[in-house]
């Protein structure tokens, strides 16, 4: 990892990986863990509502605030339930995995430190099925640690996922763990009170619950002093597309993004120029390069640019991109990860694609380009999750600022870049799925595929 | 060897309630039966979890990575999520229906060809993943040697294997 800045969630790794609790030892770990046992749990959420410690997967809500929203033992006498969320797939988003092929009992202790916090003796870890190597070493990792017993009379699970976008989302998480299609639930109840197994439940990222072990370490009000005041600490960034060197780089909240990609990333692969930022994860609004140029990566600074820090995953894009194939391969993808419990989103998705489609080919009209913008308006808010939101609103965002390529597009009856876009014919598997069907076309609006 | 029956009990009892080992149940079920789940496999973990094979069909028709039809000796999935799209995934996946002669989609007794969404390893696009291990920078180029690999033909393993 090429930065001289401060690391916290992959501190003493010096590069490589610790995997061996010895090892961990050796640079403090677990040091916290067994000062926190002696705390009780109300200090150690102090501790963690002092360092500000947001969350990591893409909501930025308070850690330390969340965990005091689950009912103390004696209010409600049920079993508190732990679940961490490691289903990580929001496109562009990569930072999780690392950290549990990197730092598995830095995130380990920090699942235990949690579990004190809130008083629960379960820990449910719901990793995506498509990280086999990271849950691997996930259950060595704790292997090792029962050899120590240093897990106490907590039961830590490892639950597989398989192959699901919206089990990101916490309500679903919680469904698909109890066994069921993973669809969000209506709130309320909040999964604090009603969670898994309808009982109180805390659900956190793994990068938060890794940093909690370094906040318990530094103290709150340490940890506070790293980033800016209301972006505390270290964030893991995963920088990907037309980049040079893409990876994951832990650096301070409040760094420039024109220093990411150009100090940390190398600059912009093949001699081309930047066009255009998806800061933090594909739900998220576009960046122009000019205002690219100008952010910085913090809550603050990408609200009042009209976007979100979400999942911290830039992708960078260079200028052979074209923007409409760009939205049509988003819609795609949230057409095919879409539930199918709303309606706005299960038949919005797919109307958006399906439009995309024809701006694409040369067939868009005027009235289409409106039509768009109804369909997205008609998506927004109106659904129990924000699948379909992020569609509509990652969509519009291209479709607002590169407003002139879509125009080309209609008024050229075709593509401008006449098949030379990076995107050009990309199969999208829900695509894929028509074209290999037995039964030919799907229907419009009507079948999910 | 222990029966599934007997290993899906092992499940079950990791759980406040039983129905929540439906999920490894059934990645357990489908690893034992070739990579996917037939009628017989349905009706094997509705057995051991006291749930109906339809209940179970019904959850695995959910997730992309239960496959209710044969797959090949080896699963090929190529990400075209958008950051591994920019960096010629399309390139890619081109260059394994040129070698296996199938398209993506397609099933053979030797290859099943996907493409996927996001595997979650954007930096390092192109992602393919081999039977559920993850190749990190595969470009168009690496493509004939990765499959001369797993034909069994003598090649040097591939650089940039972050699971090996």
């Keep these: ?449 | 060897m222990s029966t599934l029956y007997d290993e899906i009990q092992v499940m079950r009892a990791e759980y406040p309630e039983s129905r929540s080992a439906v999920m490894p149940a059934l990645q357990l079920a489908q690893e034992r039966n070739g990579g996917w789940l037939s009628e017989q496999a349905f009706r094997d973990v509705a057995e051991a979890l006291d749930l109906t094979p339809a209940t179970c069909l019904s959850i695995a028709s959910f997730y992309d990575m239960f496959r209710l039809e044969p797959v090949g000796e080896r699963v090929i999935e190529v990400c075209t999520n958008i950051s591994c799209g920019l960096r010629g995934a399309q390139q890619v996946v081109e260059a394994f229906e040129r070698e296996l002669g199938q398209s993506a989609g397609e099933t053979t007794d030797e290859f099943t060809l996907r493409t996927v969404e996001c595997l979650g390893g954007c930096g390092w696009a192109t992602i393919v993943a081999i039977d559920n291990r993850h190749r990190l920078n595969v470009q168009a180029g690496d493509v004939p040697r990765i499959v001369a690999e797993l034909r069994g033909i003598e090649w040097e393993e591939p650089d940039g294997d972050l699971d090996a």
């Excluded at chain 1, 907590?154 to 066994?179: D, K, M, N, Q």
């Design chain 1, 1 to 449: 990892m090429a930065t001289s800045t401060p690391e916290i969630v992959f501190a003493g790794t010096d590069g490589g990986a610790l995997t061996e609790i010895a090892d961990y030892e050796a640079v403090g770990g677990f040091q916290a863990l067994a000062r926190v046992r002696a705390m009780a749990p109300d200090d150690v959420i102090a501790e963690l509502k002092a360092s500000n410690l947001r969350g990591r997967g893409g909501a930025f809500f308070p850690t330390g605030l969340k965990w005091s929203f689950v009912p103390k033992p004696d209010k409600l006498d049920k079993p508190h339930y732990l679940v961490i969320n490691a289903d990580e797939s929001e496109p562009g988003t990569f930072k999780d995995r690392e950290i549990m092929l990197r730092v598995p009992f830095r995130f380990l202790e920090g699942a235990l430190i949690a579990a004190h916090a809130i008083e629960s003796t379960h820990v449910f870890i719901y990793i995506r099925g498509e990280y086999e190597a990271e849950y691997e070493v996930l259950v060595a990792s704790l292997e090792q640690m029962r050899a120590k017993d240093i897990l106490g009379d907590v039961a830590i699970t490892v639950h597989r996922g398989a192959g699901a976008y919206i089990c990101g989302e916490e309500t679903a998480l919680l469904e698909s763990l109890e066994g069921k299609r993973g669809q969000p639930r209506t709130k309320p109840p909040f999964p604090a009170v009603a969670g898994a197994y309808a009982s109180p439940t805390a659900v956190n990222n793994v990068e938060s619950i890794t940093t909690a072990t370094s906040v318990m370490e530094l103290g709150g009000a340490e940890y506070a002093t790293l980033g800016t005041e209301s972006s505390t600490g270290t964030r893991v960034f995963s920088l990907s597309g037309n980049i040079v060197n893409g990876g994951n780089y832990e650096l301070p909240h409040g760094y420039p993004l024109r220093d990411l990609i150009n100090v940390q990333g190398g600059g912009i692969a093949d001699g081309r120029a930047l066009k255009a930022v998806i800061p933090g994860g594909s739900s998220t609004v576009i960046l122009t390069a000019d205002e690219a140029n100008r952010v910085t990566l913090d809550f603050d600074s990408l609200v009042g640019a009209g976007t979100a820090i979400g999942s911290a995953a830039v992708i960078v894009i260079d200028d052979r991109c074209c923007m409409v194939q760009l939205a049509v391969r988003v819609s795609q993808f949230y057409q095919h990860e879409s539930c199918g419990k709303c309606t706005p989103c299960r038949v919005g998705t797919k109307w958006l694609t399906t439009i995309l489609r024809k701006i694409e080919d040369g067939h868009g009209t005027q009235a289409d380009m409106d039509l768009l913008v109804s369909v997205a308006e008609r998506i927004n808010g109106k659904c129990l999750c924000p699948l379909g939101d992020s569609d509509a609103i990652a969509v519009m965002s291209y479709f607002d600022k590169f407003r002139d390529e879509f125009q080309a597009h209609v008024d050229e009856g075709g593509c401008p870049y006449h098949g030379s876009s990076s995107l050009d014919a990309l199969l999208a598997p829900v695509a894929m799925h028509i074209h290999a069907s037995p039964h030919g076309e799907a229907i419009d609006g009507l079948v999910s595929v």
